[in-house]
């Protein structure tokens, strides 16, 4: 019998972050590439996906690539340096529509209200105490630790893009970041121009309300809206239920094609033992096997129906050996070859 922890044991959250949002990071590794790619294979990062701006990649693995790479670069400050580098470009919608922004206060407001189309799993709010503006950060799933070059990096980015898009010598009344100071304290508070407190309960810029309510344009509604509903539809496409079935069927998804689907990959990805895992889809009257059968014909029965698709991309799509093994496998399933379908 499994220990009751386990068996107890939460799956972790699922959380992506968009490839888009980390090409900043790539780009430092321009003159290192074989160190980028040993880094890449350690974190399980596939190279394959790194071409495709919306392509999604687990966030846990990301964050600890993000550590890593500070430490292969000898760079103890790197987080806070790269994102006091980020241009509105970098992150593509949201920050077009944070340039768009009349004011910082709104800026910050699209941020929090958006930071899930680049990444989920991602807590982020605006509020009001008197007379100062508090916007905080913090990726929800407290088993990604550290994570602080990816705090640093946030907020000195979100600092970066009120500096390119408001005011170029703009300074927070004050940093908090959750983390232990570094003994780098001095150059993270030189980066953001202001009083920065560490072990504190979230990530937060705090600024002065009168200067983040100031109108520096008007608003462009009509071009804001169409941007807000791209982002919006950016965020459905990363929503994960809660249920075990639905967290593994994500993955599924997201690997096919590209990874052998076993019990022991999902188990990792969700923090389970691959034994826990088969029990709860079990307790959902399913297994991984069941899961990953449908998704190979929903892909496929997609896939088939685009003229452009030869025999061999659906079955390396899939995850199959060659188109014979593949036509195999679809005429067990509906019966018939997929040439007829």
Avoid at 117 to 137: A, H, K, P
């Amino acid at each position: 019998m499994a220990p009751m922890n386990d068996i107890l044991k939460p799956a972790r959250s699922l959380a992506f972050i968009r490839v888009a949002a980390i090409k900043p990071l790539l780009e430092q590794f321009a003159s290192r590439q074989s160190k980028a790619r040993e880094l890449l294979h350690k974190h399980r990062i596939l190279l394959s996906v790194l071409d495709d701006p919306y392509a999604v990649i687990p966030l846990h693995r990301f964050v600890a690539f993000f550590e890593d790479a500070a430490s292969s670069l000898d760079a103890p400050v790197f987080g806070a340096k790269l994102g006091a580098t980020l241009t509105p470009g970098d992150i593509g919608p949201m920050g077009v529509l944070v340039s768009f922004s009349p004011t910082i206060r709104s800026a910050f407001e699209n941020l929090s209200k958006f930071v899930n189309s680049l990444q989920n799993s991602t807590t982020s709010s605006v509020r009001q105490d008197g007379d100062i503006l508090i916007w905080s950060y913090r990726i929800a799933d407290d088993s990604i630790w550290p994570r602080r070059h990816d705090a640093e990096y946030s907020l000195a980015a979100s600092c970066q893009l009120i500096r390119t898009n408001f005011k170029v010598n703009w300074r927070p009344m004050e940093v908090h970041f959750e983390h232990e100071a570094p003994e780098q304290a001095e150059a993270i508070r030189r980066i953001f121009k202001a009083p920065v407190l560490f072990k504190q309960s979230s990530n937060r810029i705090i600024m002065n309300v009168e200067e983040a309510d100031r109108v520096y344009r008007t608003e462009n509604k009509e071009l804001t809206l169409i941007l807000e509903r791209h982002i919006g539809d950016l965020i459905n496409e990363t929503n994960v239920g809660n249920s075990i079935t639905a967290k593994v069927k994500s993955l599924i998804e997201l690997y096919i094609g590209v990874r052998p689907i076993t019990i022991g990959l999902i188990a990792e990805e969700l923090g389970l033992k691959p034994r826990t895992l088969q029990r709860r889809l079990e307790d959902e009257g399913t297994t991984i096997r069941i899961l990953t059968q449908a998704c190979r014909q929903e892909l496929a029965s997609r896939l088939l129906s685009t003229s452009a698709s030869t025999m061999s991309d659906v079955a390396q799509a899939l995850g199959y050996a060659d188109g014979a093994v593949f036509s195999r496998a679809f005429k067990g399933w509906a019966g018939h070859p997929p040439s007829k379908a």
